[in-house]
């Protein structure tokens, strides 16, 4: 305790072989963890530290997302995301995490609309998607044509102009669902859609997505309704892979689209924004309830790197409260359009059985967002492909808001972290004539892992 006998809100390290040690300040947020605060760390001491994964290390302050994972809480500017996905809608959504408020009927109606007047994209940029095969993964040409749209849009690449941040913002936002739209509609032949501006992003979406240009396209409301849930669910998520991608790429002064782009490439790894479709495919491999038992045991098995997808979370050692208002949506959905689908009745069982089973009670693995997003989708027309797209769609919101949020911050810099070396001490050159002699021939296997 200090002399003035206030709380002394702070951690000694101790360097146990000379015995020298060092006061490091705590942090506390609003809610949340306490924090070593070590950014004098190396300054003061020369010594840094060693978190692969980030496993126990935040990399900003953030006031947009808060995930409390031993309680399953997800809230977004305070308000529980169970509350926002049953009252209110995406475009909210969008405007909290924005903006820092669920928006008045007036803000709420400008936003729309000037969201609505940027649906379109460049003829020039559609050119884009002649470049790739047919059958090109649509997050392949996700990834190419956002970060194209900073050769296009030079009007909001200066991340010094707010105005200029507000419009690539709402460009992007507006934008996602017509390129993704267009990668579908590219991956069958079949013409481009246009956006309509008297629909709701949901609906805009869904008709881009399945309408015919020969034929009329009839919106089920419930299926809106559950996209637009969809988008909700997916819209932020902390400090996740991808957002952390975004943060990284926009710590570097890089323009928004290509700090998006970046974003939707880090999202569609399968351990990450890519399991919802890794989840159809795993769903299809056990084929039958039979057969779970058998996928328990390899999920369990550290030779075999099989993973049960849309199980486990680094941060949720609770139900994943997504996955829980997808668990229902995805029961709404199904008996909307009167499909008994056996993959949902197999994900059930599946996820009834994990729960059951000592290794994933010992290890808190419970489903998470991605377990019955690609049921719902698939039973609603989206080929298995378009999953981790319509993930990029509803996740643009938060990577851009977690963009403009790390553009003001005072404490925020280039992210560079440091590493561990474990490399070879500095040696002499060995010309090339000597070569092959002198030291242990390596493979390329080894080269590339294989020799780990
Ligand atoms: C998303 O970060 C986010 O917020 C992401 C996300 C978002 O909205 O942005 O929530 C979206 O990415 C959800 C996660 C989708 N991914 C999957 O469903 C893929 C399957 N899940 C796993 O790959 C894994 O659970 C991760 C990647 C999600 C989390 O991995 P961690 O935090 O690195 O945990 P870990 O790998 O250290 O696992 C801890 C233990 C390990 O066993 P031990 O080494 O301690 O013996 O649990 C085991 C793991 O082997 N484990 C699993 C498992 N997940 C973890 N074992 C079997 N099946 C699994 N799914």
């Known amino acids: 305790m200090n002399p003035e006998n206030e709380a002394d809100d702070s951690f000694t390290l101790t360097d146990n072989g000379t015995g020298e040690s060092w006061k490091l300040p705590a942090r506390t947020g609003t809610m949340g963890n306490r924090l070593v605060d070590i950014k004098s760390l190396y300054g003061t001491t020369g010594l840094l530290t060693y978190d692969p994964g980030f496993t126990s290390t935040a990399s900003c302050k953030s006031d947009i997302t808060f995930i409390d994972g031993e309680k399953g809480i997800l809230l977004h500017r305070g308000y529980s995301i169970a509350d926002l996905a049953e009252k209110s809608d995406f475009m909210e959504v969008c405007y909290l995490l924005l903006y820092g408020e669920l928006p008045t009927p007036e803000e709420k109606n400008s936003f729309n609309t000037d969201i609505k007047h940027h649906t379109l994209i460049h003829e020039q940029l559609a050119r884009f998607y002649s470049g790739f095969m047919r059958s090109a993964h649509p997050m392949a040409i996700m990834v190419g044509v956002v970060g194209a749209l900073s050769a296009f849009y030079h009007d909001s690449t200066d991340i010094t102009d707010i105005e200029q941040r507000r419009l690539a913002a709402h460009r992007l936002i507006a934008k996602m669902p017509t390129i993704g739209a267009c990668a579908y509609k590219y991956s069958l032949g079949l013409p481009f859609p246009t956006p309509r501006n008297n629909l709701s992003y949901a609906e805009n979406l869904l008709q881009m997505m399945f309408s015919n240009p020969a034929e009329d396209y009839e919106i089920l409301p419930a299926l809106s309704r559950a996209v637009d849930r969809l988008l909700i669910l997916h819209a932020d998520h902390e400090q996740n892979a991808s957002t952390s991608t975004v943060r990284l790429a926009g710590s570097s002064g890089a323009n928004p689209y290509a700090c998006i782009a970046s974003g939707i490439a880090s999202l569609w790894g399968p351990a990450h924004g890519g399991a919802n479709e890794a989840v159809l495919k795993m769903l299809e491999e056990i084929g039958s309830v039979d057969r779970i038992r058998k996928y328990i045991a390899k999920a369990q098995d550290k030779k075999d790197p099989f993973r049960l997808m849309g199980f486990g979370h680094r ?138």
Request: proline residues 4%; contains cysteine; hydrophobic residues 35%.
């Open 315 to 452: 941060v949720y050692k609770n139900y994943d409260p997504r996955a829980t208002v997808m668990r229902k949506s995805c029961h709404e959905v199904l008996s909307t359009l009167g499909i008994q689908d056996p993959q949902l009745e197999l994900a059930m069982r599946l996820e009834e059985i994990a729960l059951n089973d000592d290794y994933f009670i010992e290890k808190k693995l419970y489903p998470n967002v991605d377990f019955y997003s690609g049921i719902i989708m698939k039973a609603m027309g989206f080929p298995t492909s378009m999953f981790t797209v319509m993930f990029a769609i509803g996740r643009t919101v938060g990577w851009i808001s977690h963009w403009k949020e790390m553009l003001v911050d005072d404490e925020q810099k280039i992210g560079r972290p440091r590493q561990l070396y474990s490399g070879k001490k500095q040696r002499r050159h060995i010309s090339l004539d000597r070569r092959g002699h002198t030291e242990k021939k390596i493979s390329w296997s080894w080269l590339w892992g294989g020799g780990r």
